[in-house]
């Protein structure tokens, strides 16, 4: 069956609740805030009873039948979620967030789709055949297992079985050969597509830059579609050439450009130099120019549980000092400035 759609604003969605216990059907209830309705605690905390052979549960005024196959799912739009820890008991939580390394893959089969699709075409052609041939030879290992199982006596004595076994050597010696011959290829395509993994690295560092936005205003949130749309105009507008280095730098710099111009157009005036500060620090940070360490302290000052030794000079500000000594903290190569 159809799993069940609904929300806890929903005038119905008890009626539906009990309905979706009593029959086994699974329920999500979509779009939850950090509060949980009080009226599915019982759900939650699984508080059931038994009258003689049947499990039963009370939600609400009602106390009605409880379906082994009955499973209960909630979800939320909130990009950073809090639940209190009593909440987090109740349940189990799973984040759907898109991680680095899977939007990087991700975008690199839009890049190589776009630029080879020949490429592309016959990577997904290689991995439909390679799971055929898996397949197939799976049904072969079955077949000659159920040859050697039903064989009476001397297996050698057995026409059938012997001409059935030889069919299969064959058949698995050639599907084999398919397999190595399939993984030469798919290497040797994986070796082009990995020429725009830079585009899809760099692509990918400035999702998350402009992620960030949403911790100064909860206005400035932007979605998947939305930024891979926006890549895949990028690419069919960004400068052709034939020298794979420049392609790629063309790429880069045309998705840079109009990923700013269009993020620019939802931001205050005050926030787009931040923007332009976040997305030059991402990219510093992701190429290792600037080290977190360093970051860190330069939005925070540095924390330091020691207090700053006398100043060696006067003219140095009692503040700059101490930021000084605190940096000197941070790292070995800053060691100096004590």
């Known amino acids: 069956c159809s799993i069940v759609v609904a929300k806890f604003s929903d005038a119905d969605y008890l009626k539906r609740l009990e309905g979706c216990i009593q029959l086994g059907y699974p329920m999500l209830v979509e779009k939850i805030s950090e509060d949980i ?12 009873s038994k009258r003689g052979n049947t499990v039963m549960i ?5 106390i009605i039948e409880w379906h082994a196959d009955f499973r209960f799912y909630m979800t939320t739009e909130l990009t950073n ?14 984040n759907f967030m898109i991680t680095p390394d899977g939007l990087e893959d991700q975008l690199l089969s839009i890049v190589v789709e776009e630029e080879r699709p020949d490429l592309a075409g016959e990577k997904a052609r290689l991995v439909v055949e390679s799971a055929a041939n898996k397949e197939q030879l799976e049904m072969t290992e079955s077949k000659i297992l159920d040859v050697l199982g039903s064989s009476k006596g001397n297996i050698l ?8 076994l030889s ?3 064959r058949l698995a010696d050639d599907i084999a050969e398919k397999q190595t011959t399939a993984e030469t290829t798919e290497r040797q395509i994986d070796k082009a597509r990995n020429e725009y993994v830079p585009v899809a690295f760099k ?5 998350f830059a402009v992620a960030d936005l949403a911790n100064i205003d909860p206005m400035y949130q932007f979605s998947l579609p939305f930024f891979i749309n926006l890549f895949k105009a990028s690419i069919h507008k960004s400068e052709r050439h034939d020298a794979i280095h420049l392609r790629i730098s063309n790429l880069n710099r045309s998705f840079m450009l109009m990923l700013y111009r269009n993020i620019c157009r939802s931001l205050f005036e005050n926030h787009k130099l931040l923007l332009s500060f976040l997305i030059t620090t991402r990219i510093a940070i992701a190429a290792r120019k600037v080290s977190m360490v360093d970051y860190r302290f330069f939005l925070t000052g540095g924390v330091s549980l020691e207090n700053a030794p006398a100043k060696p000079i006067d003219w140095v500000p009692d503040r700059m000092w101490t930021e000084m000594f605190r940096m000197g903290r941070t790292d070995v190569k800053y060691a100096c400035l004590l």
Do not use: I, M
């Open 203 to 207: 692509t990918a560092v400035l999702f």
């Open 81 to 94: 979620p809090h639940y209190l820890p009593e909440t987090a008991v109740k349940v189990t939580l799973l």
């Open 167 to 169: 069919a299969s050597k």
């Open 37 to 48: 309705d009080p009226a599915v605690e019982p759900v939650l905390l699984r508080q059931t």
């Open 157 to 164: 004595d057995d026409e059938v079985a012997v001409q059935v």
């Open 58 to 62: 009370k939600l609400g005024d009602a």
